[in-house]
Nanobody, 123 residues
Framework: QVQLAEDGGGLVQAGGSLRLSCAAS????????MGWYRQAPGKQRELVAR???????NYAESVVGRFTISRDNAKNTVSLQMSSLKPEDTAVYFC?????????????????WGQGTQVTVSS
């Protein structure tokens, strides 16, 4: 079993900052990509930022220059530092990871999600 535990989020005024953290635990062989998605009410879930095991990162255009993703491969954690927050950043933020697990006699790649954490930015 693999779990993604998220921390952070909350209510902040526009222009403020928040930091989200996510830790993966369980029967992990290796982790490829880790990242953050968000879903606002009435909208589809969208990628916010993503980091591969090789250090490649990509961001949604709307957060470039404001959000920074960082990853600790040794601790299986990923964080998202969010600055200059805007009301349109309000959403539930989900941690996501591509993880290799061992099932019986084989290695399998699976995608995991955190439970989500609410970020609300007031104007």
């Amino acid at each position: 079993q693999v779990q993604l535990a998220e921390d952070g989020g909350g209510l902040v005024q526009a222009g403020g900052s928040l930091r989200l953290s996510c830790a993966a635990s369980g029967s992990i062989v290796s982790i490829s990509a880790m990242g953050w998605y968000r879903q606002a009410p009435g909208k589809q879930r969208e990628l916010v930022a993503r980091s591969t095991s090789g250090g490649f990162t990509n961001y949604a255009e709307s957060v470039v220059g404001r959000f920074t993703i960082s990853r600790d491969n040794a601790k299986n954690t990923v964080s998202l530092q969010m600055s200059s927050l805007k009301p349109e950043d309000t959403a539930v933020y989900f941690c996501n990871a591509g993880i290799i697990v061992k099932e019986t006699m084989r290695f399998v790649a699976r995608e995991y999600w955190g439970q989500g954490t609410q970020v609300t930015v007031s104007s």
